[in-house]
Protein backbone atom coordinates (compact mmCIF):
# COMPACT_ATOMS: atom_id res chain seq x y z
CA UNK A 1 0.00 0.00 0.00
CA UNK A 2 2.16 3.26 -1.08
CA UNK A 3 2.39 6.25 -0.17
CA UNK A 4 1.89 8.98 -2.79
CA UNK A 5 2.38 12.96 -2.44
CA UNK A 6 1.94 13.02 -6.49
CA UNK A 7 -0.98 15.07 -7.63
CA UNK A 8 -1.31 16.56 -3.87
CA UNK A 9 -3.19 20.01 -4.21
CA UNK A 10 -0.81 22.90 -3.87
CA UNK A 11 -2.01 23.93 0.10
CA UNK A 12 -1.30 20.66 1.50
CA UNK A 13 2.94 20.73 0.62
CA UNK A 14 3.59 22.16 3.64
CA UNK A 15 1.75 18.91 5.45
CA UNK A 16 4.00 16.85 3.62
CA UNK A 17 6.83 18.37 4.37
CA UNK A 18 5.77 18.25 8.32
CA UNK A 19 5.88 14.39 7.89
CA UNK A 20 9.37 14.24 6.82
CA UNK A 21 11.10 16.32 9.23
CA UNK A 22 8.91 16.33 12.66
CA UNK A 23 10.36 14.40 15.69
CA UNK A 24 7.49 12.01 17.97
CA UNK A 25 8.83 14.48 20.80
CA UNK A 26 7.79 17.63 18.73
CA UNK A 27 3.68 16.08 18.21
CA UNK A 28 3.47 14.87 21.98
CA UNK A 29 5.27 14.60 25.47
CA UNK A 30 3.28 10.60 25.42
CA UNK A 31 5.83 8.37 23.50
CA UNK A 32 5.03 4.43 23.12
CA UNK A 33 6.72 2.52 25.27
CA UNK A 34 9.62 1.45 24.89
CA UNK A 35 9.20 -2.02 25.76
CA UNK A 36 6.48 -2.84 23.03
CA UNK A 37 3.43 -2.51 25.67
CA UNK A 38 0.12 -0.72 24.03
CA UNK A 39 -2.67 -1.76 21.54
CA UNK A 40 -1.12 -0.42 18.00
CA UNK A 41 -3.87 1.33 16.49
CA UNK A 42 -4.36 3.66 13.59
CA UNK A 43 -6.89 7.02 12.84
CA UNK A 44 -7.21 8.69 9.08
CA UNK A 45 -6.47 12.36 8.97
CA UNK A 46 -8.19 13.24 6.03
CA UNK A 47 -7.65 16.49 4.28
CA UNK A 48 -10.38 17.10 1.91
CA UNK A 49 -11.40 20.23 -0.61
CA UNK A 50 -14.92 21.50 0.65
CA UNK A 51 -17.42 24.30 -0.24
CA UNK A 52 -14.99 26.52 2.02
CA UNK A 53 -12.03 25.59 1.13
CA UNK A 54 -9.23 23.03 2.91
CA UNK A 55 -11.23 20.41 5.44
CA UNK A 56 -10.72 17.71 7.61
CA UNK A 57 -12.99 14.97 8.17
CA UNK A 58 -13.59 14.19 11.97
CA UNK A 59 -16.62 12.37 13.81
CA UNK A 60 -18.41 12.32 17.36
CA UNK A 61 -17.79 9.01 18.95
CA UNK A 62 -21.25 7.78 20.64
CA UNK A 63 -21.61 9.03 24.09
CA UNK A 64 -22.61 5.45 25.23
CA UNK A 65 -19.16 4.00 24.50
CA UNK A 66 -16.84 3.25 27.69
CA UNK A 67 -13.86 5.45 26.47
CA UNK A 68 -13.46 8.88 24.93
CA UNK A 69 -17.25 8.80 24.75
CA UNK A 70 -19.16 11.80 23.04
CA UNK A 71 -15.57 13.12 21.98
CA UNK A 72 -14.67 13.76 18.43
CA UNK A 73 -11.73 12.14 16.61
CA UNK A 74 -10.60 11.44 13.67
CA UNK A 75 -11.63 7.99 12.06
CA UNK A 76 -9.49 5.24 13.63
CA UNK A 77 -9.45 2.17 15.65
CA UNK A 78 -7.39 -0.82 16.53
CA UNK A 79 -5.27 -3.22 14.05
CA UNK A 80 -7.06 -6.20 13.26
CA UNK A 81 -4.63 -9.10 12.34
CA UNK A 82 -5.72 -8.86 8.70
CA UNK A 83 -4.43 -5.35 8.51
CA UNK A 84 -0.99 -6.77 8.71
CA UNK A 85 2.72 -5.67 10.01
CA UNK A 86 1.93 -3.01 12.59
CA UNK A 87 5.55 -1.87 11.95
CA UNK A 88 4.72 -1.92 8.32
CA UNK A 89 1.72 -1.20 6.29
CA UNK A 90 -0.62 -2.26 8.59
CA UNK A 91 -1.59 1.11 10.30
CA UNK A 92 -2.01 2.13 6.65
CA UNK A 93 -4.86 -0.29 6.15
CA UNK A 94 -6.14 0.08 9.53
CA UNK A 95 -7.05 3.57 9.26
CA UNK A 96 -8.55 2.79 5.86
CA UNK A 97 -10.53 0.09 6.83
CA UNK A 98 -11.92 1.98 10.04
CA UNK A 99 -12.66 5.16 8.31
CA UNK A 100 -14.75 2.68 5.96
CA UNK A 101 -16.51 1.16 8.75
CA UNK A 102 -17.13 4.54 10.91
CA UNK A 103 -18.04 6.88 8.44
CA UNK A 104 -19.23 5.05 5.01
CA UNK A 105 -16.60 6.08 2.84
CA UNK A 106 -15.12 4.66 -0.01
CA UNK A 107 -11.46 3.92 0.84
CA UNK A 108 -10.76 4.36 -3.48
CA UNK A 109 -10.83 8.07 -3.20
CA UNK A 110 -8.35 8.23 -0.84
CA UNK A 111 -4.75 9.16 -1.79
CA UNK A 112 -2.63 8.43 1.63
CA UNK A 113 0.61 10.71 1.23
CA UNK A 114 2.16 10.25 4.77
CA UNK A 115 2.40 8.96 8.15
CA UNK A 116 3.24 10.52 11.26
CA UNK A 117 5.25 8.76 14.52
CA UNK A 118 3.53 6.72 16.52
CA UNK A 119 2.33 8.26 19.54
CA UNK A 120 0.89 7.28 22.99
CA UNK A 121 -2.49 7.59 24.45
CA UNK A 122 -1.81 6.48 28.51
CA UNK A 123 -5.17 6.79 29.52
CA UNK A 124 -6.85 3.76 27.22
CA UNK A 125 -3.42 2.18 26.46
CA UNK A 126 -3.61 3.10 22.26
CA UNK A 127 -0.14 3.10 20.27
CA UNK A 128 -1.57 5.27 17.53
CA UNK A 129 0.07 6.02 13.87
CA UNK A 130 -1.75 9.04 12.86
CA UNK A 131 -1.63 8.20 8.85
CA UNK A 132 -2.36 11.39 6.55
CA UNK A 133 -4.82 11.24 3.72
CA UNK A 134 -5.83 13.63 0.62
CA UNK A 135 -9.81 13.05 -0.02
CA UNK A 136 -8.84 13.05 -3.72
CA UNK A 137 -12.19 11.81 -5.02
CA UNK A 138 -14.88 12.32 -2.12
CA UNK A 139 -17.97 10.12 -1.43
CA UNK A 140 -20.76 10.62 0.76
CA UNK A 141 -19.73 9.75 4.58
CA UNK A 142 -22.47 9.54 7.44
CA UNK A 143 -22.81 7.77 10.44
CA UNK A 144 -22.99 3.74 10.00
CA UNK A 145 -23.29 2.68 13.41
CA UNK A 146 -25.21 4.30 15.97
CA UNK A 147 -23.66 2.68 18.98
CA UNK A 148 -20.54 4.09 18.32
CA UNK A 149 -20.57 6.71 16.10
CA UNK A 150 -23.32 10.07 16.77
CA UNK A 151 -22.38 11.87 13.52
CA UNK A 152 -19.73 12.43 10.94
CA UNK A 153 -18.65 16.25 9.52
CA UNK A 154 -16.18 17.88 8.01
CA UNK A 155 -14.35 21.24 9.55
CA UNK A 156 -13.30 23.88 7.38
CA UNK A 157 -9.03 24.36 8.30
CA UNK A 158 -10.02 28.01 8.46
CA UNK A 159 -12.19 27.19 11.51
CA UNK A 160 -9.46 25.25 12.84
CA UNK A 161 -6.81 28.55 12.57
CA UNK A 162 -9.39 31.15 13.64
CA UNK A 163 -7.96 32.48 16.67
CA UNK A 164 -12.15 33.01 18.16
CA UNK A 165 -12.72 29.22 17.81
CA UNK A 166 -9.37 28.17 19.99
CA UNK A 167 -9.24 27.66 23.53
CA UNK A 168 -7.27 25.61 26.43
CA UNK A 169 -8.78 22.76 27.63
CA UNK A 170 -8.71 22.28 31.35
CA UNK A 171 -9.56 18.96 33.04
CA UNK A 172 -9.89 18.76 37.05
CA UNK A 173 -7.58 16.20 36.71
CA UNK A 174 -4.94 18.12 35.74
CA UNK A 175 -5.02 17.70 32.10
CA UNK A 176 -4.09 20.78 30.08
CA UNK A 177 -4.27 21.22 26.15
CA UNK A 178 -5.53 22.92 22.65
CA UNK A 179 -9.27 22.79 22.27
CA UNK A 180 -11.09 23.88 19.08
CA UNK A 181 -14.57 24.84 19.51
CA UNK A 182 -15.77 24.45 15.86
CA UNK A 183 -19.34 23.28 14.40
CA UNK A 184 -20.77 22.74 17.70
CA UNK A 185 -18.36 20.52 19.11
CA UNK A 186 -15.22 20.77 21.56
CA UNK A 187 -12.64 18.43 20.07
CA UNK A 188 -10.02 18.17 22.44
CA UNK A 189 -7.40 15.75 23.61
CA UNK A 190 -5.10 13.50 21.30
CA UNK A 191 -7.56 14.32 18.28
CA UNK A 192 -7.07 18.57 18.99
CA UNK A 193 -3.33 17.89 19.65
CA UNK A 194 -2.70 16.40 16.73
CA UNK A 195 -4.49 19.11 15.07
CA UNK A 196 -2.91 21.86 17.05
CA UNK A 197 0.76 20.74 15.50
CA UNK A 198 -0.12 19.96 12.16
CA UNK A 199 -1.08 23.70 11.82
CA UNK A 200 1.87 25.03 13.55
CA UNK A 201 4.55 23.10 11.68
CA UNK A 202 2.17 23.46 8.65
CA UNK A 203 2.70 27.69 9.17
CA UNK A 204 -0.78 27.76 9.46
CA UNK A 205 -1.51 28.87 12.84
CA UNK A 206 -2.27 32.33 13.77
CA UNK A 207 -1.61 33.96 16.88
CA UNK A 208 -4.15 32.55 19.37
CA UNK A 209 -5.40 33.79 23.16
CA UNK A 210 -4.11 30.88 25.24
CA UNK A 211 -4.99 31.67 28.31
CA UNK A 212 -8.55 31.43 26.69
CA UNK A 213 -9.95 28.32 28.87
CA UNK A 214 -12.82 25.40 28.76
CA UNK A 215 -13.24 23.61 31.57
CA UNK A 216 -13.87 20.25 31.28
CA UNK A 217 -15.76 17.74 33.58
CA UNK A 218 -14.59 14.82 35.46
CA UNK A 219 -16.47 12.26 33.09
CA UNK A 220 -14.60 13.65 30.16
Not at 9 to 28: F, I, N
Not at 91 to 119: M, N, Y
Not at 137 to 166: I, K, M, Q, W, Y
Amino acid sequence: MPLRTHGLPGWLDPVARVVETVRPSQLSRFLPPQDGAGRQSAVLVLFGEGEQGPELLLMERAGTLRSHAGQPSFPGGALDPEDGDPQGDGPLRAALREAEEETGLDPSGVQLFGVLPKLYIPVSGFVVTPVLGWWREPSPVGVVDPNETARVFTVPVADLTDPANRATAVHPGGYRGPAFLVESALVWGFTAGIIDRLLHFAGWERPWDRDKQVPLDWRS
